[in-house]
């Protein structure tokens, strides 16, 4: 028979069942010695030809008659989800076994509709990453020497213009900007990205909050770069903590590439090497399905800094 992921059709996804291998063998094998087409496990007409829409698999329609389902016990992601099921159809052509199986998935909404499971294939050189060990490409500290100066000073506007702004008051008047641009740089290459933004933690001060007064604010080490690469690159120092600062931003990446699945991975990868960077601790990053319903479905690969 075919191997396991060869028998499930993704649409727009590579094909993600690794949660559910054993799953998917064990239904193999009942299937291939059981008769597994039960009136209580087929599926209307309507929902049916939604599977098959869901698969793309037009084509077969004249070769696979009915569609039925089971269920995978306790395969739900989040408390109160429904568990998600393996949907598989009679095929004409496969005399062997008569089954063909189509897709992991549920039903969703009040109207049937079907959603289809995606989990993210991490390579082994990714799963290093997820897993912590990556080994750091640069460290956090800031490059006081940095010879190009920023591409962007936004008008001066963290550069004492406007004092109700974060400002930055790392390095003197006249080596401030190439600092900074060094420090975007940084970010840019090894720090949390999302492709207009970037996100880096440095080791010592960079700047403070703005206040109305004349006394600086709370001291920043974070920095966020606004369209990075581009010739309007350009960023001001943030706080650690609070609504606006690093570790609430850190979250909102998290989400931000998760949604965008297979498009995202590669900042995903990238975001746990700069979280190895920045020394953070396993778990910091809470309890994420919190925010499950802003996660469209899908949740992030497993990584030893954040939990679901």
Same mark, same amino acid.
């Given at each position: 028979?075919p191997?396991?992921?060869?028998?499930i059709?993704?649409?727009?996804q590579?094909?993600g069942?690794?949660?559910?291998?054993?799953?998917?063998?064990?239904?193999?094998?009942n299937?291939t &010695?059981?008769?597994?087409?039960n009136?209580?496990d087929k599926?209307?007409?309507?929902l049916g030809n939604? &599977?098959?829409?869901?698969?793309?698999?037009?084509d077969?329609q004249?070769?696979?008659?009915d %569609?039925?389902s089971v269920?995978?016990?306790?395969?739900s992601?989040?408390?109160?989800?429904?568990n998600w099921?393996?949907?598989y159809?009679r095929d004409?052509q *496969?005399?062997?076994?008569n &089954?063909q199986?189509?897709?992991?998935g549920?039903t %969703?909404?009040t109207?049937p509709?079907?959603?289809?499971?995606?989990?993210f294939?991490?390579?082994?050189?990714d799963q290093?990453?997820?897993?912590g060990d990556?080994?750091?490409?640069?460290?956090?500290?800031v490059?006081?020497?940095y010879a190009q100066?920023?591409?962007s @000073?936004h *008008?001066?506007k963290h550069f004492?213009?406007?004092r109700?702004a974060?400002?930055?008051?790392i390095?003197? @008047?006249t080596?401030?900007k190439?600092?900074?641009?060094?420090?975007?740089?940084?970010?840019?290459?090894?720090?949390?990205?999302?492709?207009?933004e970037?996100?880096f933690m440095?080791?010592t001060? &960079?700047?403070?909050?703005?206040?109305?007064?004349?006394?600086p604010?709370?001291?920043?080490?974070c920095?966020?770069v606004?369209?990075?690469?581009?010739?309007?690159?350009?960023?001001?120092?943030?706080?650690?903590?609070?609504?606006?600062?690093h570790?609430a931003?850190?979250?909102?990446?998290?989400?931000?590439l998760?949604v965008q699945?297979?498009?995202?991975l590669p900042?995903?990868v990238?975001?746990?090497?700069?979280?190895?960077?920045?020394?953070?601790?396993?778990?910091?990053y809470k309890?994420l399905?919190?925010?499950?319903?802003?996660?469209n479905?899908?949740?992030?690969p497993n990584?030893v800094?954040?939990?679901?």
């Amino acid at each position: 028979m075919p191997s396991i992921y060869e028998h499930i059709h993704f649409r727009k996804q590579k094909k993600g069942a690794v949660l559910f291998k054993a799953d998917l063998a064990q239904v193999i094998a009942n299937l291939t &010695v059981a008769t597994p087409f039960n009136d209580q496990d087929k599926l209307a007409t309507l929902l049916g030809n939604k &599977v098959y829409q869901r698969c793309q698999m037009h084509d077969q329609q004249q070769k696979l008659v009915d %569609v039925y389902s089971v269920e995978i016990p306790n395969s739900s992601r989040c408390a109160g989800d429904p568990n998600w099921r393996i949907y598989y159809a009679r095929d004409q052509q *496969n005399l062997a076994t008569n &089954v063909q199986l189509l897709m992991i998935g549920r039903t %969703v909404a009040t109207t049937p509709d079907q959603e289809e499971f995606f989990d993210f294939r991490i390579s082994a050189e990714d799963q290093i990453a997820f897993s912590g060990d990556s080994i750091p490409g640069t460290t956090m500290a800031v490059d006081m020497l940095y010879a190009q100066t920023v591409l962007s @000073d936004h *008008n001066n506007k963290h550069f004492g213009a406007d004092r109700k702004a974060n400002q930055y008051d790392i390095g003197t @008047d006249t080596t401030r900007k190439r600092i900074v641009r060094g420090m975007e740089e940084k970010a840019a290459s090894f720090g949390a990205n999302t492709g207009s933004e970037s996100y880096f933690m440095f080791n010592t001060r &960079v700047g403070y909050e703005g206040t109305d007064g004349a006394h600086p604010g709370a001291a920043c080490e974070c920095i966020r770069v606004d369209t990075p690469g581009t010739n309007s690159q350009h960023s001001h120092p943030i706080p650690t903590d609070g609504p606006g600062g690093h570790d609430a931003k850190i979250k909102d990446v998290i989400r931000y590439l998760t949604v965008q699945k297979e498009e995202g991975l590669p900042y995903l990868v990238q975001l746990a090497k700069y979280l190895r960077i920045i020394g953070t601790q396993n778990g910091k990053y809470k309890n994420l399905r919190q925010q499950k319903a802003l996660y469209n479905g899908t949740r992030p690969p497993n990584c030893v800094y954040w939990t679901w």
